[in-house]
């Protein structure tokens, strides 16, 4: 298993690595950029695939506000995110990073990017790591999302590797005009390959949203339920969602 991860990670890597080089990008000199900003109100800090980073004890701390606005022209985006801690009464975090799209079809679409993380409140904070990631979506009747982050080795932060999947289905419950109400079950997981020290699988999380979407405004409740592997603990977790398309 070891070997087969080190090798697609290699390979995404270096991929990865050209892409971001050599990105086109790919749209009109008239087009318009699409802005989107969102905000979220949820009881822990939980990183994809809901793996906890950097908190023993997830559950002795407060709710979370994390807002996230980005900007995207032809297959290029960037976003700026950010997350504030209630109990500490502190912004944590705050991550940048460019993506490009490739779409495959109408169902399947690439992606790979380049972030920076800072935290815990540099820029903000003592540490600023640099992640390569590269992603896969196909949407069906059922969606699936695949994603790889490489953690590039700074200072006392290694090498490392997390892998994430996520399979849902989208059911519509109520439409009239243009408001949409649907229901969302998914499931995740996550893989650590040496990611902050991790090894193994981390997280089984089942879940499930509740959309309501009306023009440009989109408004969701969601509730998780986290199965612990290595290095994450059994946890429910959950918040609203706030999102607006300008």
């Known amino acids: 298993m070891a070997k087969i991860l080190s090798k697609?990670?290699?390979t995404a890597v270096t991929g990865l690595a050209g892409l971001i080089g050599f990105l086109p990008i790919g749209c009109a000199e008239n087009q318009k950029p699409d802005i989107y900003v969102q905000s979220t109100i949820?009881?822990?800090y939980v990183f994809g695939s809901g793996h906890i980073i950097g908190r023993k004890d997830p559950k002795k701390h407060?709710?979370?506000?994390q807002n996230l606005v980005s900007l995207s022209k032809g297959n290029l985006s960037g976003f700026i995110w950010s997350s504030y801690d209630f109990q500490d009464k502190e912004l944590h975090e705050i991550d940048v990073g460019v993506d490009y799209a490739i779409s495959i079809n109408d169902k399947l679409s690439l992606t790979a990017g380049y972030w920076r993380w800072n935290y815990p409140s540099e820029l903000l904070g003592e540490h600023g790591d640099n992640v390569l990631n590269a992603?896969?979506?196909y949407k069906g009747k059922i969606d699936f999302d695949a994603r790889i982050i490489h953690l590039i080795a700074h200072d006392n932060v290694e090498d490392g590797?997390?892998?994430?999947?996520k399979i849902s289905k989208t059911f519509p419950v109520y439409k009239k005009k243009n408001l949409k109400v649907s229901i969302t079950p998914d499931i995740s997981i996550g893989y650590s390959d040496n990611f902050y020290g991790v090894h193994g699988l981390t997280t089984i999380t089942p879940g499930a949203?509740?959309?309501f979407q009306k023009g440009k405004f989109d408004?969701?409740?969601?509730v998780n339920v986290q199965d612990g592997?290595?290095?994450a603990e059994d946890l429910t977790y959950g918040g609203v969602r706030f999102g607006w398309a300008f």
């Open 8 to 10: 697609i990670r290699k």
């Open 42 to 44: 949820a009881t822990n």
């Open 62 to 65: 407060g709710g979370v506000n």
């Open 135 to 137: 992603g896969a979506s």
């Open 161 to 165: 590797d997390f892998f994430s999947g």
């Open 209 to 211: 949203s509740l959309n």
């Open 219 to 222: 408004f969701s409740l969601f």
């Open 229 to 231: 592997k290595s290095g």
